[in-house]
């Protein structure tokens, strides 16, 4: 199969579409990481997504939606609080688990008895979703286990010959994937942090709790338990204090031939002034938006890629700890 990337117009929409009635899978923009999408109805085609990416069959997928999209028809109990943070975020990077009614795939949950709806604000991602008008049941449009993609030729990349089309829809302007929140409960509990953070949940809702996964506990998102978002090459990680230590294993690394370079953010950067450095830039939301690319660009140029932590550690940057500790965890 020759997988096409097409600019989303009317014609490539409705190949798009075709594809998804057809039982078949699309990648598609959004605001955070590009996805693989296909009908959340239709259970062959959701069991496609899972064999396409080498996905564990116990890590359920999110329902995307356009914003219009009555998704009283797919979920119930929706409590007060996440009305709230609806109209406060949505179309936005903000994903919310209700009780499902069992009406899409049994596939897409895995089982579960809970259904994660997102309703993305890109563009290009809500004239799809509008166009389609079914409910999107898609992961992130990477190999599992590899950095996540934020354009459409990181999609590409992993995953020519796979699928039929990618819809482009330019580079990702978020970088990291939906924060997604338990909505089942009396408060708000985050499954995976993101760019909607804890303190603008907080804010909304009143009260917002972080779930933290301990090894061997049931997982709550059982995404959080594998080694994730990481380039296929080896890779270190050292926290901000730990900024000697990590100059003096790139300069050893190098000393042996290795071709050693250093992630990190732009005041890092200045702080070692080394020659090898994939530079995250300054704010924030650069650094989220920068994260995947530069550790896409680091595994083509590198055989080390040696991480140090941003020294700010709250808000988006609880999100894009989480990626980069996975990224450089050792293990399956
Ligand atoms: O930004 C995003 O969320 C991107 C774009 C494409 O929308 N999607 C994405 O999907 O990151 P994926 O499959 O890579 O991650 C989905 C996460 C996993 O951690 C999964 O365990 C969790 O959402 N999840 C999905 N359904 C769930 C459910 N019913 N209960 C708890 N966690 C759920
Ligand atoms: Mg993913």
Request: with cysteine.
């Amino acid at each position: 199969m020759d997988t096409k990337i097409k600019q989303i117009d009317e014609n490539s929409l409705i190949l798009a579409k075709d594809i998804i009635l057809c039982g078949g899978v699309v990648g598609i923009p959004t605001e955070t990481v590009y996805g693989i999408g296909a009908n959340a109805f239709d259970t062959a085609a959701v069991e496609s997504i899972f064999k396409i990416k080498g996905r564990p069959n116990d890590n359920p997928l999110i329902v995307h939606v356009h914003k219009d999209y009555d998704i009283l028809t797919l979920v119930k109990d929706i409590p007060d609080y996440a009305k709230l943070l609806a109209k406060a975020f949505l179309p936005g990077p903000l994903t919310m688990v209700y009780k499902s009614r069992g009406k899409v795939s049994e596939a897409v949950s895995c089982g579960l008895d809970t259904l994660a709806i997102r309703i993305p604000s890109h563009e290009g991602a809500q004239n799809f979703l509008k166009f389609v008008n079914l409910p999107i049941a898609a992961p992130s449009a990477n190999v599992s286990k590899h950095v996540s993609p934020t354009s459409a030729e990181h999609v590409f990349n992993d995953l020519n010959g796979k699928i039929e089309l990618i819809l482009d829809g330019g580079k990702c302007v978020g970088g990291i994937e939906s924060t997604v929140l338990d909505c089942t409960g009396k408060i708000p509990v985050i499954l995976r942090s993101g760019l909607i953070t804890r303190d603008m949940i907080a804010q909304v809702a009143g009260d917002c709790r972080e779930y933290v996964y301990k090894e061997g506990a049931r997982a709550l998102s059982p995404g959080m338990k594998y080694k994730h978002y990481s380039p296929n090459c080896r890779t270190l990680m050292f926290f901000h204090e730990e900024i000697e230590k990590a100059v003096k294993e790139y300069n050893d690394e190098l000393a042996k031939g290795v071709k050693a370079y250093i992630l990190c953010d732009d005041n890092t950067a200045k702080l070692i002034n080394v020659e090898n450095v994939l530079n995250l830039g300054s704010t924030d939301n650069e650094i989220a938006s920068n994260l995947y690319s530069k550790l896409r660009e680091g595994e083509k140029i590198a055989e080390l890629i040696i991480a140090v932590a941003p020294e700010k550690q709250d808000g988006v940057m609880v999100g894009v700890m989480n990626r980069l500790s996975k990224a450089c965890a050792q293990g399956k």
